[in-house]
Protein backbone atom coordinates (compact mmCIF):
# COMPACT_ATOMS: atom_id res chain seq x y z
CA UNK A 1 0.00 0.00 0.00
CA UNK A 2 1.48 3.37 -1.14
CA UNK A 3 1.16 6.50 1.02
CA UNK A 4 -0.57 9.34 0.13
CA UNK A 5 0.60 12.27 2.10
CA UNK A 6 -2.00 15.45 2.78
CA UNK A 7 1.18 17.83 0.90
CA UNK A 8 4.69 16.36 -0.32
CA UNK A 9 7.19 19.41 0.17
CA UNK A 10 9.93 17.55 -1.78
CA UNK A 11 8.40 16.68 -4.63
CA UNK A 12 7.51 20.84 -5.21
CA UNK A 13 11.39 20.96 -5.27
CA UNK A 14 12.02 17.60 -7.33
CA UNK A 15 8.98 18.58 -10.42
CA UNK A 16 11.15 20.80 -11.90
CA UNK A 17 14.93 20.77 -10.08
CA UNK A 18 16.80 21.39 -12.96
CA UNK A 19 14.75 24.53 -14.08
CA UNK A 20 14.81 25.81 -9.69
CA UNK A 21 18.69 25.17 -9.71
CA UNK A 22 19.29 27.60 -12.77
CA UNK A 23 16.94 30.07 -10.99
CA UNK A 24 18.85 30.30 -7.96
CA UNK A 25 22.71 29.78 -9.10
CA UNK A 26 21.14 33.33 -11.70
CA UNK A 27 20.09 34.71 -8.87
CA UNK A 28 22.98 33.93 -6.44
CA UNK A 29 25.59 35.13 -9.02
CA UNK A 30 23.86 38.15 -9.92
CA UNK A 31 24.52 39.56 -6.34
CA UNK A 32 21.34 41.27 -6.12
CA UNK A 33 19.47 39.99 -3.03
CA UNK A 34 17.07 42.75 -1.72
CA UNK A 35 15.23 44.97 -3.93
CA UNK A 36 17.02 43.90 -7.33
CA UNK A 37 15.58 43.55 -10.59
CA UNK A 38 13.96 39.49 -9.78
CA UNK A 39 12.15 41.29 -7.91
CA UNK A 40 10.72 44.36 -9.96
CA UNK A 41 9.76 41.75 -12.79
CA UNK A 42 7.78 39.17 -10.16
CA UNK A 43 5.89 42.83 -8.99
CA UNK A 44 5.34 43.25 -12.64
CA UNK A 45 4.01 40.49 -13.62
CA UNK A 46 1.90 39.64 -10.60
CA UNK A 47 -0.10 43.13 -10.92
CA UNK A 48 -0.67 41.85 -14.71
CA UNK A 49 -1.90 38.37 -13.66
CA UNK A 50 -4.13 39.86 -11.23
CA UNK A 51 -5.09 43.25 -13.21
CA UNK A 52 -4.06 45.51 -9.99
CA UNK A 53 -2.73 48.86 -10.04
CA UNK A 54 0.37 47.42 -8.09
CA UNK A 55 1.68 44.27 -6.50
CA UNK A 56 4.28 45.37 -3.72
CA UNK A 57 6.57 42.12 -2.40
CA UNK A 58 6.88 41.74 1.11
CA UNK A 59 8.46 39.20 3.56
CA UNK A 60 5.01 37.20 4.28
CA UNK A 61 1.15 36.76 4.41
CA UNK A 62 0.89 38.39 7.98
CA UNK A 63 3.20 41.75 6.80
CA UNK A 64 1.00 41.87 3.51
CA UNK A 65 -2.08 42.17 5.91
CA UNK A 66 -0.44 44.47 8.68
CA UNK A 67 0.75 47.00 5.78
CA UNK A 68 -2.11 46.70 3.71
CA UNK A 69 -4.14 47.88 7.11
CA UNK A 70 -1.64 50.17 7.78
CA UNK A 71 -1.46 51.80 4.28
CA UNK A 72 -5.58 51.89 4.51
CA UNK A 73 -5.70 54.16 7.37
CA UNK A 74 -6.58 51.27 10.12
CA UNK A 75 -5.82 53.01 13.59
CA UNK A 76 -5.62 52.66 17.53
CA UNK A 77 -9.03 52.26 18.72
CA UNK A 78 -10.60 51.23 15.24
CA UNK A 79 -12.73 47.70 15.51
CA UNK A 80 -12.28 46.00 12.10
CA UNK A 81 -14.77 42.71 11.42
CA UNK A 82 -12.90 39.18 10.81
CA UNK A 83 -14.21 36.06 9.61
CA UNK A 84 -13.99 33.16 12.59
CA UNK A 85 -12.74 30.34 10.34
CA UNK A 86 -9.55 31.96 9.26
CA UNK A 87 -5.79 31.64 10.51
CA UNK A 88 -4.72 34.11 13.45
CA UNK A 89 -2.60 35.91 11.07
CA UNK A 90 -6.07 37.82 9.89
CA UNK A 91 -6.71 38.89 13.23
CA UNK A 92 -3.13 39.57 14.57
CA UNK A 93 -2.66 42.16 11.70
CA UNK A 94 -5.83 43.92 13.13
CA UNK A 95 -4.33 44.05 16.45
CA UNK A 96 -0.87 45.13 15.33
CA UNK A 97 -2.43 47.89 14.02
CA UNK A 98 -3.84 48.90 17.47
CA UNK A 99 -7.21 48.13 16.47
CA UNK A 100 -9.76 45.40 17.54
CA UNK A 101 -11.04 42.27 15.86
CA UNK A 102 -14.05 41.59 16.09
CA UNK A 103 -14.97 37.72 14.88
CA UNK A 104 -18.15 37.38 12.89
CA UNK A 105 -19.69 33.86 11.50
CA UNK A 106 -19.01 32.50 8.52
CA UNK A 107 -21.77 30.69 6.03
CA UNK A 108 -22.29 26.95 5.00
CA UNK A 109 -19.83 27.77 2.33
CA UNK A 110 -16.98 28.47 4.85
CA UNK A 111 -16.68 32.36 4.52
CA UNK A 112 -17.52 35.23 5.67
CA UNK A 113 -21.46 35.72 6.46
CA UNK A 114 -22.27 39.02 5.41
CA UNK A 115 -25.47 39.05 7.82
CA UNK A 116 -23.47 38.25 10.45
CA UNK A 117 -21.15 40.84 9.75
CA UNK A 118 -23.85 43.17 9.34
CA UNK A 119 -24.93 42.51 13.31
CA UNK A 120 -21.84 43.35 14.62
CA UNK A 121 -21.40 46.63 13.17
CA UNK A 122 -20.57 49.38 15.60
CA UNK A 123 -19.59 53.12 15.42
CA UNK A 124 -16.49 52.09 16.21
CA UNK A 125 -15.80 50.10 12.90
CA UNK A 126 -14.00 51.10 10.29
CA UNK A 127 -13.09 47.92 8.39
CA UNK A 128 -14.03 44.48 7.03
CA UNK A 129 -11.69 41.78 6.47
CA UNK A 130 -13.28 39.09 4.03
CA UNK A 131 -11.18 35.95 3.86
CA UNK A 132 -10.99 34.29 0.60
CA UNK A 133 -10.80 30.77 2.36
CA UNK A 134 -9.74 27.78 1.04
CA UNK A 135 -9.44 29.28 -2.95
CA UNK A 136 -13.07 31.10 -3.01
CA UNK A 137 -13.96 34.17 -3.25
CA UNK A 138 -17.06 35.62 -0.82
CA UNK A 139 -19.60 37.04 -2.15
CA UNK A 140 -17.94 40.71 -2.61
CA UNK A 141 -21.59 42.27 -3.92
CA UNK A 142 -22.90 41.80 -0.32
CA UNK A 143 -19.66 42.90 1.29
CA UNK A 144 -19.28 45.92 -1.06
CA UNK A 145 -23.08 47.01 0.09
CA UNK A 146 -22.07 46.66 3.71
CA UNK A 147 -18.62 49.06 2.95
CA UNK A 148 -20.78 51.41 0.94
CA UNK A 149 -24.06 51.80 3.58
CA UNK A 150 -21.60 52.14 6.45
CA UNK A 151 -18.37 53.57 5.44
CA UNK A 152 -16.09 50.87 5.75
CA UNK A 153 -12.70 50.28 4.34
CA UNK A 154 -12.46 46.72 2.64
CA UNK A 155 -9.19 45.03 3.38
CA UNK A 156 -8.95 41.53 1.95
CA UNK A 157 -6.98 38.46 3.25
CA UNK A 158 -6.59 36.53 -0.09
CA UNK A 159 -3.81 34.64 1.30
CA UNK A 160 -5.18 31.65 -0.08
CA UNK A 161 -7.01 32.99 -3.17
CA UNK A 162 -4.59 33.98 -5.72
CA UNK A 163 -6.20 33.83 -9.91
CA UNK A 164 -9.91 32.95 -7.14
CA UNK A 165 -12.44 35.16 -8.84
CA UNK A 166 -15.83 36.94 -8.49
CA UNK A 167 -18.15 37.81 -11.14
CA UNK A 168 -14.90 37.74 -13.28
CA UNK A 169 -12.78 40.37 -10.98
CA UNK A 170 -10.14 38.82 -9.14
CA UNK A 171 -9.44 38.25 -5.35
CA UNK A 172 -7.22 41.05 -3.54
CA UNK A 173 -8.61 43.51 -5.83
CA UNK A 174 -12.21 44.75 -4.48
CA UNK A 175 -11.06 47.13 -1.89
CA UNK A 176 -8.15 49.27 -0.13
CA UNK A 177 -5.76 46.15 -0.24
CA UNK A 178 -5.50 42.92 -0.66
CA UNK A 179 -2.49 40.40 0.93
CA UNK A 180 -1.38 37.47 -0.68
CA UNK A 181 0.59 34.66 0.98
CA UNK A 182 3.63 32.35 -1.37
CA UNK A 183 4.30 29.59 1.54
CA UNK A 184 5.45 27.10 -0.02
CA UNK A 185 1.86 25.27 0.26
CA UNK A 186 0.16 27.73 -1.30
CA UNK A 187 -1.35 27.38 -5.01
CA UNK A 188 1.45 29.63 -6.08
CA UNK A 189 4.45 29.19 -3.60
CA UNK A 190 8.11 29.63 -3.09
CA UNK A 191 10.78 27.90 -0.57
CA UNK A 192 9.96 29.83 2.23
CA UNK A 193 7.85 33.03 3.54
CA UNK A 194 6.98 35.28 0.86
CA UNK A 195 3.96 37.86 0.66
CA UNK A 196 2.46 40.40 -1.13
CA UNK A 197 -0.13 43.29 -1.33
CA UNK A 198 -2.84 44.23 -3.95
CA UNK A 199 -3.96 47.59 -4.57
CA UNK A 200 -5.29 50.60 -7.39
CA UNK A 201 -4.65 52.99 -4.95
CA UNK A 202 -1.19 55.03 -5.48
CA UNK A 203 -1.47 56.59 -2.34
CA UNK A 204 -1.81 53.32 -0.59
CA UNK A 205 0.53 51.96 -2.78
CA UNK A 206 3.37 54.42 -1.73
CA UNK A 207 3.13 53.99 1.99
CA UNK A 208 3.50 50.12 1.28
CA UNK A 209 6.03 50.50 -0.12
CA UNK A 210 7.70 52.88 2.25
CA UNK A 211 6.46 50.67 5.20
CA UNK A 212 8.65 47.32 4.09
CA UNK A 213 11.47 49.16 3.94
CA UNK A 214 11.98 50.41 7.12
CA UNK A 215 9.85 53.74 6.46
CA UNK A 216 11.74 54.72 3.71
CA UNK A 217 9.86 56.31 0.80
CA UNK A 218 11.12 56.60 -2.96
CA UNK A 219 13.64 59.50 -2.65
CA UNK A 220 15.31 57.62 0.42
CA UNK A 221 14.51 59.26 3.05
CA UNK A 222 12.94 57.91 6.69
CA UNK A 223 9.26 59.24 6.62
CA UNK A 224 7.78 56.84 9.49
CA UNK A 225 8.44 53.90 11.27
CA UNK A 226 8.37 51.36 9.30
CA UNK A 227 9.03 47.62 9.21
CA UNK A 228 11.73 45.37 7.40
CA UNK A 229 9.35 43.70 5.03
CA UNK A 230 10.79 42.98 1.73
CA UNK A 231 10.38 40.07 -0.02
CA UNK A 232 13.96 38.80 -1.27
CA UNK A 233 15.23 38.79 -4.57
CA UNK A 234 15.58 34.75 -4.73
CA UNK A 235 12.25 34.05 -3.58
CA UNK A 236 10.52 36.80 -6.34
CA UNK A 237 12.95 34.52 -9.01
CA UNK A 238 11.56 31.83 -8.20
CA UNK A 239 7.53 33.13 -8.07
CA UNK A 240 8.16 34.99 -11.34
CA UNK A 241 8.72 31.21 -13.01
CA UNK A 242 6.39 30.03 -11.34
CA UNK A 243 3.55 32.18 -12.27
CA UNK A 244 4.63 31.54 -15.86
CA UNK A 245 2.63 28.42 -15.87
CA UNK A 246 -0.26 28.97 -13.33
CA UNK A 247 -3.01 29.23 -14.43
CA UNK A 248 -1.73 25.20 -15.67
CA UNK A 249 -1.71 24.68 -11.93
CA UNK A 250 -5.28 26.25 -11.17
CA UNK A 251 -6.64 23.98 -13.48
CA UNK A 252 -4.53 21.07 -12.25
CA UNK A 253 -6.26 21.63 -8.90
CA UNK A 254 -9.89 22.32 -10.86
CA UNK A 255 -9.56 19.09 -12.18
CA UNK A 256 -8.94 17.06 -9.09
CA UNK A 257 -11.40 18.84 -7.37
CA UNK A 258 -14.42 17.82 -10.15
CA UNK A 259 -13.03 14.23 -9.33
CA UNK A 260 -13.89 14.68 -5.33
CA UNK A 261 -16.95 16.43 -6.20
CA UNK A 262 -18.05 13.54 -9.20
CA UNK A 263 -17.35 10.36 -6.82
CA UNK A 264 -18.19 12.12 -3.47
CA UNK A 265 -21.75 13.59 -3.97
CA UNK A 266 -24.54 12.54 -2.30
CA UNK A 267 -23.02 10.57 0.46
CA UNK A 268 -25.03 11.37 3.29
CA UNK A 269 -22.90 13.13 5.91
CA UNK A 270 -20.30 14.68 3.92
CA UNK A 271 -20.60 18.07 2.92
CA UNK A 272 -18.57 19.22 0.14
CA UNK A 273 -17.32 22.41 -1.43
CA UNK A 274 -18.90 23.47 -4.53
CA UNK A 275 -17.90 21.71 -8.00
CA UNK A 276 -15.87 24.13 -10.10
CA UNK A 277 -18.28 24.92 -12.39
CA UNK A 278 -21.56 24.84 -10.18
CA UNK A 279 -21.74 28.09 -9.66
CA UNK A 280 -20.97 30.76 -12.77
CA UNK A 281 -20.38 33.79 -9.94
CA UNK A 282 -17.23 32.22 -8.91
CA UNK A 283 -13.90 30.66 -10.50
CA UNK A 284 -12.89 28.82 -7.21
CA UNK A 285 -8.64 27.84 -7.48
CA UNK A 286 -8.98 25.42 -4.86
CA UNK A 287 -6.66 26.11 -2.69
CA UNK A 288 -7.68 23.21 -0.48
CA UNK A 289 -10.62 20.81 -0.35
CA UNK A 290 -12.17 21.07 2.86
CA UNK A 291 -15.08 19.23 3.59
CA UNK A 292 -17.45 18.41 6.64
CA UNK A 293 -18.46 15.17 7.57
CA UNK A 294 -20.46 13.73 10.60
CA UNK A 295 -17.89 11.30 11.55
CA UNK A 296 -14.85 13.52 11.07
CA UNK A 297 -12.77 12.29 13.68
CA UNK A 298 -13.88 8.25 13.11
CA UNK A 299 -13.25 9.24 9.21
CA UNK A 300 -9.62 10.86 9.35
CA UNK A 301 -8.77 7.74 11.61
CA UNK A 302 -9.83 5.39 8.97
CA UNK A 303 -7.81 7.86 6.25
CA UNK A 304 -4.80 7.44 8.10
CA UNK A 305 -4.50 3.79 8.64
CA UNK A 306 -5.13 3.56 4.96
CA UNK A 307 -1.92 5.78 4.24
CA UNK A 308 -4.06 8.52 3.28
CA UNK A 309 -3.41 11.99 5.28
CA UNK A 310 -5.93 14.72 5.84
CA UNK A 311 -5.58 17.53 8.34
CA UNK A 312 -7.62 20.00 10.01
CA UNK A 313 -7.18 23.44 9.07
CA UNK A 314 -5.39 25.65 11.79
CA UNK A 315 -5.68 22.78 14.13
CA UNK A 316 -8.75 22.84 13.96
CA UNK A 317 -10.33 25.70 16.23
CA UNK A 318 -12.07 28.82 15.01
CA UNK A 319 -10.76 32.69 15.95
CA UNK A 320 -13.26 33.09 19.12
CA UNK A 321 -12.45 29.19 20.32
CA UNK A 322 -8.40 31.19 21.65
CA UNK A 323 -9.61 31.92 24.82
CA UNK A 324 -6.55 33.51 25.83
CA UNK A 325 -6.83 35.99 23.09
CA UNK A 326 -10.52 37.03 24.58
CA UNK A 327 -11.85 38.33 21.12
CA UNK A 328 -15.53 40.02 21.08
CA UNK A 329 -17.58 38.42 18.56
CA UNK A 330 -19.61 35.35 17.67
CA UNK A 331 -20.27 32.92 15.89
CA UNK A 332 -22.60 29.46 15.54
CA UNK A 333 -22.09 28.04 12.32
CA UNK A 334 -18.77 28.28 12.91
CA UNK A 335 -18.14 26.86 16.13
CA UNK A 336 -20.53 23.63 15.34
CA UNK A 337 -18.72 23.10 12.21
CA UNK A 338 -15.14 22.74 14.34
CA UNK A 339 -16.56 19.41 15.26
CA UNK A 340 -17.10 18.41 11.13
CA UNK A 341 -14.68 20.20 9.13
CA UNK A 342 -11.42 18.78 7.97
CA UNK A 343 -9.44 18.89 4.37
CA UNK A 344 -8.69 16.18 2.33
CA UNK A 345 -5.24 16.25 0.28
CA UNK A 346 -5.42 18.53 -2.62
CA UNK A 347 -2.22 19.73 -5.04
CA UNK A 348 -0.23 19.59 -7.76
CA UNK A 349 1.94 16.39 -7.16
CA UNK A 350 -1.54 14.73 -6.63
CA UNK A 351 -2.28 12.28 -9.68
CA UNK A 352 -5.98 11.39 -10.56
CA UNK A 353 -5.51 7.81 -9.13
CA UNK A 354 -4.72 9.56 -5.89
CA UNK A 355 -7.92 11.37 -5.46
CA UNK A 356 -9.95 8.22 -6.69
CA UNK A 357 -8.13 5.94 -4.21
CA UNK A 358 -8.95 8.56 -1.55
CA UNK A 359 -12.65 8.52 -3.04
CA UNK A 360 -12.29 4.50 -2.96
CA UNK A 361 -11.62 5.09 0.82
CA UNK A 362 -14.21 7.44 2.01
CA UNK A 363 -16.86 5.50 0.23
CA UNK A 364 -15.73 2.21 1.53
CA UNK A 365 -15.76 3.35 5.10
CA UNK A 366 -19.48 5.64 4.55
CA UNK A 367 -20.40 2.01 3.31
CA UNK A 368 -19.30 0.40 5.95
CA UNK A 369 -21.08 2.65 8.72
CA UNK A 370 -24.67 2.49 7.45
CA UNK A 371 -23.83 -1.22 7.53
Known amino acids: MYKIPFFNYPALYQ ?11 AALESGYYIMGPELTAFEGGLAEYTTARHAIGVADGTMALICGALASGIQPGDEVLVPAHTFIASASAIHHCGAKPVVVDCGVDHLICPNSARQHITNK ?17 AIRKL ?22 KQAGTFGSAGALSFYPSKTLGCFGDGGAVLTNDDEVAEKIRTLRDHGRGSDGEISMYGYNARLDNIHAAILLFKLSFYDEEIEKRRSLARIYNDRLSGIEGLHLPPAPDALSDHFDIFQNYEIESVNRDALRHYLHEKGIGTILQWGGKTLNQYKSLSLSGEATYADGMTDRFMMLPMNTTLLDEDVNRICDEIITFYKNQNC
Open 147 to 168: SSEYDLIIIEDSCQALGSKFKG
Open 15 to 25: SRREKYDSILK
Open 125 to 141: TKAIMPVQLNGRTANMD
